[in-house]
C-alpha cells in the first residue's frame, strides 16, 4: 500500500501537469488525505525516525522547522488563505519525505527513482511534441516549456532527469532489471533535447557543477562509463532536436530555410541575442517606446532612476529577475523578522514593484522569497535543510559503498545528488520549486538520501519482519508509548480531515458560481455561503457574495439600497481577510459609487491605486471619478502619471491587448481635464493622440468639436458622473 501510494503521488505530480503547471488543489488534498493516513496506519514510523542516524533526525528537524515556519506564519499573514494553500504543498511534501524515508525499503526506493524516471522522459517527449505542432509565431524565438508553464524550471527538471540518467541505468518499476541500453539512450536524448530547447542559460551554467557530483568517485572505468553515457545521450539529444527544428516548419506550414534553422542554433548556443524580438509589429502597429517620441505628459520615459534605466536597458531575463530581487530586499527590510506569510508574494508584489514593465507572482529566487515570506526562521531553517541534506547524502554514499548490497545503489545516489546540486544552486536565481513537480521530485531526494543512510536494511522478507518485530518490543517497553501512538494517530487523522475543508470550500465556490451566473440566484448564495462557513479564512466566497448582491441590486428597485449596504458588508469581510488586493477596494469602490458616496469611492480607489501603482485601470478610473466631481487638476495630475510611464509599460501589441482599450480613453479624459483648466492646444493634442488610437471613438470626435466651439477660457459643460 505504501508503496502504491508513493508511485502514484510521484506520478501525479509529473504527469498532470500537462494541463498547465500547477498542482490541483483537490487532488493534492487527497494525496496529502491519504498520506497522512498511511502514516497513521504505519506505526512503526516515528520508531524509524527515532532510531534513524544522527543526521537524519537533524534533516527532519530542519524539515519540520521549515514547515511549521509557513504554518506559523498564517497568524500574522498579509493573506491567510494563501498561506493556508501553500502549507497544504509543504504538508503534502513532507509527507512525501516521511513515507520515502521511514517506509520504503531499498527496492522500493529503486522502483520508485525507475517510474521518476519514465514520467519525467514522458514530460520531457510531450514537451517536444508541444513545441513541433504549436502553430504561429516566429520559432526560432519560441522556447519549449515541456509540461511547464515555465522554460526554466521544466529545464532544472530535465536537468535532473539527465543527472539521475547519465549515473544510473535506471528500474523499471514493474521488473527487477535496469533499462534497456537502447531505452537508456532514449531517455536520456529526450532529457538532452529539452534541455537544449528549454534555452535556460541558468541550468546550462549549473549543470556543470552537478555533472561533477555525478562523475565524483574513485573508480576510472565507472567515470568513463557515465562520460559514454552523456555522450550519447548528448548526440541522441542533438539529433532528436534537430529533427523537431526541420519538421517544425513543414508542420505549421512555415517556410522551410536553411537561414531559420541556423537561427535556431543561434539562439539555443546564445550566438544571438536571447531578448531579440520576433520580425517586428504587425502592419499598422507601431508601439510607443520603440522609436517615436514620448507623448505629451510622458516627460523622459520609465521612472528617472538610473537603475531603473539599466533595468530597461537589460533583456527581459536578467531586467526582470534584478527588479524582482529588489522587490523582495524591500520587503525584507519591511519584515525581515516575521516575513509577509507564506505564499504571500504575489500579493505585496504590486505594492513593491520596481519597474512597470515586470511583475511576477515568484521572485525567481527561493532563498529571498522564503526571507521575504516567512523571515529570517524560515530562511534560516532552509538553508539548514540545504546543508543537512548534503550531509545525509554524505553519509548514504559512505553507508551504500561499505555494505555494498547493490552497485547500482552506488550510482543512483550520485546521479540524485547532482540532480540535488543543481536544484539548489539554480533555485537561487529561478523560481523551479515553485512548481509543485519541481519541489516533490526534491523532497523525494532527501527521503532517499535518508532511507540509504540507514545503518540496518530495510528490505523485503525478513530482515524487515525482524526490524517491525525490534521496534514494537522496543515501543512496547517503554511507559505510556501506546496512549502516545494512538495520540499520534488520532492527530493525523484530524489533520487530514482539517486540510480538507480548503478543497471542500472550493467546491462549493465553484458549485455556487454556476448556479449564480446561471440565474438561481438563491441557490448561489446559498452555496457561497456555506463556502464562507467551511472555510471563513477565504475571501473568494465574500468577494462572490458582493459582487452578485450589487448585480441584484440594480435589478432591484426598492431593495436596492439594502443590497448594497449587504454587499458593502461583504467586501469589507473580504478585505479583512486580503487587505492587499486592489481589485476588492476597486469593486467597493464601484459599490460605493453605484450608492452616492462619491468621496468614499475616491478613497476606495487611492487605496486600490497604493497597493498597484502600476495598475493602469485603477489610476484612470480614479482619474474619470475625479473629472466626474469637478476635480480635472487631479484627474489630470493621474493621467500624466499614467502616460510617464505608460510607453514603457506598452512595449508590443501583445501587451497592448490586454488593456489598449484604456488608450484612447485616456487621451480622451486628459484632453477634456485640459480643456476645462483652459490649456486648449494640450486639450488639442490629446484628442489628436486618441483618435491615433481609435478613429471612431466618440468622445474623442466631441471633444474636437467641444474645441472648435471654447472660448478662449475653455469651458465644456459638466459630464454626467460615470459609475
Given amino acids: 500500500m505504501t508503496m502504491a501510494l508513493a508511485l502514484s503521488m510521484t506520478a501525479v505530480f509529473c504527469l498532470t501537469l500537462l494541463a498547465g503547471g500547477g498542482a490541483d488543489l483537490r487532488l493534492a488534498t487527497a494525496f496529502l488525505a491519504a498520506g497522512l493516513a498511511v502514516c497513521a496506519w504505519d506505526r512503526h514510523l516515528p520508531g524509524r525516525l527515532a532510531a534513524s542516524q544522527p543526521e537524519v533526525r537533524r534533516l527532519a528537524v530542519w524539515l519540520g522547522l521549515y514547515v511549521c515556519a509557513g504554518l506559523v506564519s498564517i497568524v500574522w499573514s498579509v493573506y491567510p488563505q494563501g498561506t493556508v494553500l501553500h502549507s497544504i504543498n509543504?504538508?503534502?511534501?513532507?509527507?512525501?519525505?516521511?513515507?520515502?524515508?521511514?517506509?520504503?525499503?531499498?527496492?522500493?526506493?529503486?522502483?520508485?527513482?525507475?517510474?521518476?524516471?519514465?514520467?519525467?522522459?514522458?514530460?520531457?517527449?510531450?514537451?517536444?511534441?508541444?513545441?513541433?505542432?504549436?502553430?504561429?509565431?516566429?520559432?526560432?524565438?519560441?522556447?519549449?516549456?515541456?509540461?511547464?508553464?515555465?522554460?526554466?524550471a521544466f529545464a532544472a527538471f530535465a536537468g535532473c532527469i539527465l543527472c539521475l540518467l547519465v549515473a544510473w541505468a535506471g528500474r523499471l518499476p514493474w521488473a527487477h532489471r535496469?533499462?534497456?541500453?537502447?531505452?537508456?539512450?532514449?531517455?536520456?536524448?529526450?532529457?538532452?533535447?529539452?534541455?537544449?530547447?528549454?534555452?535556460?542559460?541558468?541550468?546550462?551554467?549549473?549543470?556543470?557543477?552537478?555533472?561533477?557530483?555525478?562523475?565524483?568517485?574513485?573508480s576510472v572505468q565507472r567515470r568513463r562509463l557515465r562520460l559514454k553515457r552523456l555522450m550519447t545521450a548528448g548526440l541522441v539529444g542533438l539529433v532528436l532536436l534537430s529533427a523537431v527544428v526541420l519538421l517544425k516548419p513543414a508542420v505549421t506550414g512555415e517556410p522551410l530555410t536553411l537561414r531559420a534553422f541556423l537561427a535556431v542554433w543561434g539562439h539555443r548556443l546564445r550566438v544571438t541575442e536571447p531578448g531579440t524580438p520576433s520580425a517586428g509589429p504587425a502592419e499598422g502597429d507601431t508601439p510607443q517606446g520603440s522609436g517615436e517620441a514620448p507623448p505629451p505628459g510622458a516627460e523622459a520615459g520609465a521612472p528617472p532612476s538610473g537603475l531603473l534605466r539599466l533595468i530597461s536597458a537589460l533583456g527581459s531575463g536578467p531586467g526582470g529577475r534584478l527588479t524582482f530581487w529588489m522587490a523582495a530586499v524591500d520587503v525584507i527590510g519591511d519584515h525581515p523578522l516575521s516575513g509577509t506569510g507564506a505564499g504571500t508574494f504575489p500579493k505585496v508584489h504590486l505594492s513593491y514593484q520596481v519597474h512597470p514593465r515586470y511583475y511576477a507572482s515568484e521572485v525567481h529566487s527561493h532563498y529571498l522569497q522564503v526571507w521575504a515570506e516567512t523571515g529570517v526562521v524560515g530562511l534560516l531553517a532552509w538553508l539548514g535543510v540545504m546543508v543537512a541534506g548534503l550531509i545525509v547524502l554524505r553519509s548514504a554514499q559512505r553507508h551504500v559503498g561499505s555494505e555494498a548490497e547493490e552497485d547500482s545503489d552506488s550510482d543512483l545516489l550520485r546521479g540524485l545528488g547532482g540532480g540535488f546540486v543543481l536544484l539548489v544552486l539554480h533555485s537561487a536565481v529561478d523560481l523551479d520549486l515553485s512548481v509543485p513537480a519541481v519541489q516533490a521530485v526534491l523532497w523525494l531526494m532527501l527521503g532517499t538520501f535518508c532511507?540509504?543512510?540507514?545503518?540496518?536494511?530495510?528490505?523485503?522478507?525478513?530482515?524487515?519482519?525482524?526490524?517491525?518485530?525490534?521496534?514494537?518490543?522496543?515501543?512496547?517497553?517503554?511507559?505510556?508509548?501506546?496512549?502516545?501512538?494512538?495520540?499520534?494517530?488520532?492527530?493525523?487523522?484530524?489533520?487530514?480531515?482539517?486540510?480538507?475543508?480548503?478543497?471542500?470550500s472550493m467546491a462549493a465556490v465553484h458549485s455556487g458560481y454556476r448556479l449564480a451566473s446561471g440565474g438561481r440566484w438563491e441557490e448561489g448564495l446559498d452555496r457561497l455561503l456555506l463556502a464562507a462557513r467551511v472555510n471563513p479564512l477565504d475571501p473568494t466566497p465574500h468577494y462572490l457574495l458582493a459582487t452578485y448582491l450589487n448585480q441584484m441590486a440594480g435589478l432591484s428597485g426598492g431593495d436596492g439600497a439594502s443590497l448594497r449596504d449587504t454587499a458593502l458588508g461583504e467586501l469589507e469581510a473580504a478585505i479583512r481577510l486580503d487587505p492587499w488586493n486592489p481589485n476588492l477596494w476597486y469593486v467597493k469602490a464601484q459599490?460605493?459609487?453605484?450608492?452616492?458616496?462619491?468621496?468614499?469611492?475616491?478613497?476606495?480607489?487611492?487605496?486600490?491605486?497604493?497597493?498597484?501603482?502600476?495598475?493602469?485601470?485603477?489610476?484612470?478610473?480614479?482619474?474619470?471619478?475625479?473629472?466626474?466631481?469637478?476635480?480635472?487638476?487631479?484627474?489630470?495630475?493621474?493621467?500624466?502619471?499614467?502616460?510617464?510611464?505608460?510607453?514603457?509599460?506598452?512595449?508590443?501589441?501583445?501587451?497592448?491587448?490586454?488593456?489598449?482599450?484604456?488608450?484612447?480613453?485616456?487621451?480622451?479624459?486628459?484632453?477634456?481635464?485640459?480643456?476645462?483648466?483652459?490649456?486648449?492646444?494640450?486639450?488639442?493634442?490629446?484628442?489628436?493622440?486618441?483618435?491615433?488610437?481609435?478613429?471612431?471613438?466618440?468622445?474623442?470626435?466631441?471633444?474636437?468639436?467641444?474645441?472648435?466651439?471654447?472660448?478662449?477660457?475653455?469651458?465644456?459643460?459638466?459630464?454626467r458622473p460615470r459609475a
Fill in 90 to 152: 509543504l504538508l503534502l511534501f513532507l509527507t512525501l519525505f516521511c513515507i520515502t524515508a521511514f517506509s520504503l525499503d531499498r527496492e522500493g526506493a529503486r522502483r520508485l527513482w525507475g517510474a521518476v524516471l519514465l514520467a519525467g522522459s514522458l514530460a520531457c517527449a510531450y514537451g517536444l511534441t508541444d513545441y513541433l505542432v504549436s502553430p504561429g509565431g516566429h520559432f526560432p524565438h519560441f522556447r519549449l516549456s515541456g509540461t511547464f508553464t515555465y522554460p526554466n
Fill in 178 to 218: 535496469p533499462f534497456r541500453s537502447w531505452l537508456h539512450a532514449a531517455l536520456g536524448g529526450l532529457a538532452v533535447a529539452a534541455l537544449l530547447g528549454t534555452n535556460s542559460r541558468g541550468v546550462l551554467l549549473v549543470l556543470p557543477l552537478a555533472l561533477v557530483v555525478v562523475w565524483w568517485g574513485p
Fill in 451 to 504: 532511507l540509504f543512510a540507514a545503518h540496518s536494511l530495510r528490505t523485503r522478507g525478513g530482515a524487515r519482519q525482524v526490524e517491525k518485530r525490534a521496534l514494537g518490543r522496543k515501543d512496547a517497553g517503554r511507559p505510556g508509548a501506546p496512549a502516545l501512538s494512538l495520540a499520534v494517530r488520532a492527530g493525523l487523522v484530524g489533520l487530514a480531515v482539517l486540510v480538507s475543508l480548503p478543497a471542500v
Fill in 591 to 719: 459599490v460605493l459609487a453605484q450608492s452616492g458616496d462619491r468621496e468614499a469611492a475616491i478613497v476606495s480607489l487611492r487605496r486600490a491605486v497604493a497597493i498597484a501603482p502600476y495598475m493602469p485601470e485603477y489610476r484612470y478610473r480614479l482619474a474619470r471619478m475625479y473629472a466626474d466631481e469637478g476635480r480635472y487638476r487631479d484627474a489630470l495630475t493621474e493621467i500624466a502619471e499614467l502616460l510617464r510611464w505608460w510607453h514603457v509599460f506598452i512595449l508590443n501589441s501583445e501587451a497592448r491587448k490586454a488593456v489598449g482599450h484604456l488608450e484612447d480613453d485616456i487621451y480622451v479624459l486628459a484632453g477634456e481635464s485640459a480643456l476645462h483648466l483652459g490649456d486648449l492646444e494640450t486639450a488639442k493634442t490629446y484628442a489628436g493622440r486618441a483618435l491615433s488610437f481609435n478613429p471612431e471613438n466618440a468622445d474623442a470626435l466631441g471633444l474636437l468639436d467641444a474645441l472648435e466651439e471654447a472660448p478662449s477660457g475653455g469651458q465644456l459643460p459638466r459630464r
